[in-house]
Nanobody, 114 residues
Framework: QVQLVESGGGLVQAGGSLRLSCAASGIIFSINAMSWYRQAPGKQREVVASITSDGSASYADSLKGRFTISRDNAKNTVYLQMNSLKLEDTGVYYC????????WGQGTQVTVSS
């Protein structure tokens, strides 16, 4: 059974930082690409960043330079370091792995205040 469990969200002031974690189980973590998505209130879910099995990262154009995705295969965990947070970064952040279907975590709320 595939499980993705996110943690690390919270309330932070604009300009601050957060580090999200996603612990995966039920998959051979090291061979799978992992992704982070987010969904802002009233908006569609969008991809934030992805990382391949060999550690190559890609980002949404608007987030390059502020967010960093990384993975620790020994811990079956993918991370999202978010710096210089803006009000528009507020939303629910989801971990994703695409196998024969998409699997999602339950999400973690990130709220950026002014």
């Amino acid at each position: 059974q595939v499980q993705l469990v996110e943690s690390g969200g919270g309330l932070v002031q604009a300009g601050g930082s957060l580090r999200l974690s996603c612990a995966a189980s039920g998959i051979i973590f090291s061979i799978n690409a992992m992704s982070w998505y987010r969904q802002a209130p009233g908006k569609q879910r969008e991809v934030v960043a992805s990382i391949t099995s060999d550690g190559s990262a890609s980002y949404a154009d608007s987030l390059k330079g502020r967010f960093t995705i990384s993975r620790d295969n020994a811990k079956n965990t993918v991370y999202l370091q978010m710096n210089s947070l803006k009000l528009e970064d507020t939303g629910v952040y989801y971990c994703n792995v695409r196998l024969w279907i998409d699997y999602w975590g339950q999400g973690t709320q990130v709220t950026v205040s002014s």
